[in-house]
């Protein structure tokens, strides 16, 4: 079963709007939260992460938002620009080893 | 540095072919895993590394086979190539830093397999 659930699976956003992915998980034993943005034909690369016991965490136009009570988190990009078209996948790392990932958003925005 | 380097970068396989495909990263990091990537399922964890001479299954292990005699090198062998092999395979390496998590993907293997 799928340990780590995304939605949605695609998002279109106008530029200037934001752009929201949350990400929901179950197993209590995952311990680091990262998002990890990808572009066509390439592999991914982490965005911006976050532990636990932070409710939330900004870098730039970026800001996860953690609820641990609820087992879910968010990914909020602010100001969305045509060069933030991607597929973000949220992850979670279980005990430095094992880093299971979401089915992925494919993010479009349009001018 | 390199980073993560993966070769090769896109193969064809018939079925019942066996293949390894190679991964190699210089920054001296003691992880290392594969994923597959396939169109609305994400990155499934094949198999993982936590240092050389220890491998452990990840959530699809069926049909692959892992080894790492050094820090630098995590080749992922098939063992008898099927049509659902067909996908993008990704190496990663990553290390751990003040309880923070950083892991870096190479550019990817993508196999047709017919």
Known sequence: QQQVKQSPQSLIVQKGGISII???YENTAFDYFPWYQQFPGKGPALLIAIRPDVSEKKEGRFTISFNKSAKQFSLHIMDSQPGDSATYFCAAWKNTDKLIFGTGT???VFP | NAGVTQTPKFQV?????????QCAQDMNHEYMSWYRQDPGMGLRLIHYSVGAGITDQGEVPNGYNVSRST?????????S????????????????TGGYYEQYFGPGTRLTVT
């Open chain 1, 22 to 24: 949350n990400c929901a």
């Open chain 1, 106 to 108: 494919r993010l479009q």
């Open chain 2, 13 to 21: 396989l018939k079925t019942g072919q066996s293949m390894t495909l």
């Open chain 2, 71 to 79: 820090t630098e090198d995590f080749p992922l062998r098939l063992l």
């Open chain 2, 81 to 96: 190539a099927a049509p659902s092999q067909t996908s993008v395979y990704f190496c990663a390496s990553s290390y751990e």
